[in-house]
Each structure stands twice: as structure tokens, then as C-alpha cells.
């Protein structure tokens, strides 16, 4: 087990969940070679696997905003695109809105706040900003995402996300996300129609539309969360990568 410990804040992360958090490109490259090398036939895939020099097209995610909301002008010479699971903790230390995650700038500096800074970027019209919400850590995720997509049907999608991260807790499954909290969350929000959100999420409107998100996350090969392009090109999760790959 591993922990990452300041004051009396704590993140507890198992080891076999740490495949949750890390990208295994090259993992699954060795494993294609060697299904290769051992068939003697060719392997053909639908999905793309990033190289550090070659570009990914992502016009799934830049064309589709009902599910994948952006931020910033759509003309904008740089686009950003965030693979996120809203109950991921790393996802959470990126945002940087919950009051704990300051306390892993030590560990995690060039992490911590990565995706906040994109958006006050997006904000100011030098980039758009697209997030892509992809559920996969439990049911949590799964009642956060469609919360997150509620809102976004009545043009609400940042200040919901903002709320959900805001209230992270750096813990998964553990009932901060269950429906009747993030109504209670939904309720906070300024001109937002809470009958209609209550329905939407009661109703799982948006439950189908994220296997529609997973199978688009895997067509890209990402494999792990926070997971950043800029134009098209997979970086690091920290925010000079980021700086480093704006034009």
C-alpha cells in the first residue's frame, strides 16, 4: 500500500489501483509486439496509441460538445483536450479546487492546479479548453459524469464541474458523489432548472452516452487519468508540458 501524507490529510491509493492513474503505452506496445512475434500473422487495431511525435486526431472530442463541453473561443489557435475521471484523485489535485490539494504541492507541484490554469487560459480566449468526462473508477464516477452532463444540457457544465471537484475529498466510492449529494450540489448553482437536473440524473438520461465516451476514450488510446493533449499531441500531466506544447 502506498501513502502520501501531509498534516492530517492522507491519500491512500492500492497498489492494484495504480493502473487507474498511469498511462502503459508502452506496456500495451510490447504486448502487441509480442502477440505478433508469437502469431506470425499482422495485427490491426481501430485504436491509436500516441508516440511522442505524432499527433492524434481528436475532431470525436472537438466535434461533439453535448458530450465533451469546452471552454473558450471555438476558433482557437490551441485546444486543450483533459481526460478526467471526476472521482480520480490526481484528477482532483490537477483542478486544483479542493482545499487539499495545496497540501500536495511538495509531491505533486507541477500537477497540482494544471487543469485550472487551462481554463483560466480558455476563459481569457487564448485556448479551448475540452473536457472529456470518462467514468471508470465505480459508480460514483458514473453518477458524477452523468451530473456533470445533466448540467451541461442547460449550458451549467463548468459550475457543476467546479462543485464536484470543490468537494472532492481524495477518496473514491465513498458516497460523496451518490445522486441525492450531487443534486444537493446542482441546487447551489445559479439559473439552473433543478427539476429538470433532478429528472435527468434520476433518470440516468446520460448513461448511454458515457459508454459512447469509452468507446471514443479508447479509440485514442488513453488508458489512465489526468491524460492532456495539446493539438492533437499527448503531454505530460503537469502544467510547463503544457506551456512547453502552446504555440
Known amino acids: 500500500m502506498s501513502e502520501q501524507n501531509s498534516g492530517e490529510k492522507t491519500i491512500t491509493i492500492k497498489k492494484e489501483d495504480l493502473w487507474k492513474y498511469s498511462t ?16 506470425g500473422e499482422s495485427t490491426t487495431s481501430n485504436t491509436i496509441v500516441p508516440t511522442p511525435n505524432q499527433p492524434v486526431s481528436l475532431d470525436a472530442f472537438i466535434s461533439n460538445p453535448d458530450l465533451y463541453p469546452s471552454i473558450g473561443p471555438q476558433d482557437a489557435k490551441n485546444v486543450v483536450v483533459e481526460f478526467s475521471d471526476f472521482q480520480c484523485p490526481f484528477c482532483a489535485m490537477a483542478a ?12 505533486y507541484g507541477s500537477l497540482i492546479g494544471v487543469a485550472k490554469n487551462v481554463q483560466d487560459l480558455a476563459e ?30 442547460q449550458g451549467k457544465f463548468k459550475e457543476m464541474h467546479d462543485a464536484i471537484f470543490e468537494a472532492h475529498d481524495g477518496k473514491e466510492n465513498n458516497g460523496k458523489y451518490n445522486k441525492d449529494k450531487l443534486e444537493v450540489m446542482a441546487a447551489k448553482i445559479s439559473g439552473i432548472d433543478t427539476v429538470k437536473f433532478n429528472a435527468c440524473l434520476e433518470n440516468d438520461t446520460h448513461l448511454s452516452d458515457l459508454q459512447k465516451i469509452a468507446s471514443d476514450v479508447s479509440s485514442v488510446g488513453v488508458t489512465g487519468t489526468p491524460t492532456f ?7 505530460s500531466s503537469s502544467w510547463p508540458a503544457v506551456q512547453a506544447a502552446l504555440k
Not at 124 to 153: H, K, M
Open 24 to 39: 502503459f503505452v508502452l506496456l500495451a506496445l510490447v504486448v502487441i509486439v509480442g502477440i505478433v512475434a508469437f502469431s
Open 124 to 153: 481569457n480566449g487564448e485556448v479551448r479548453f475540452i473536457y472529456v468526462p470518462w467514468s471508470f473508477l465505480g459508480a460514483e464516477s458514473t453518477y458524477a459524469s452523468q451530473a456533470a452532463l445533466c448540467a451541461n444540457d
Open 96 to 107: 486544483g479546487l479542493a482545499n487539499w490539494t495545496s497540501d500536495y504541492q511538495a509531491q
Open 229 to 235: 493533449f495539446v493539438n492533437g499531441q499527448k503531454v
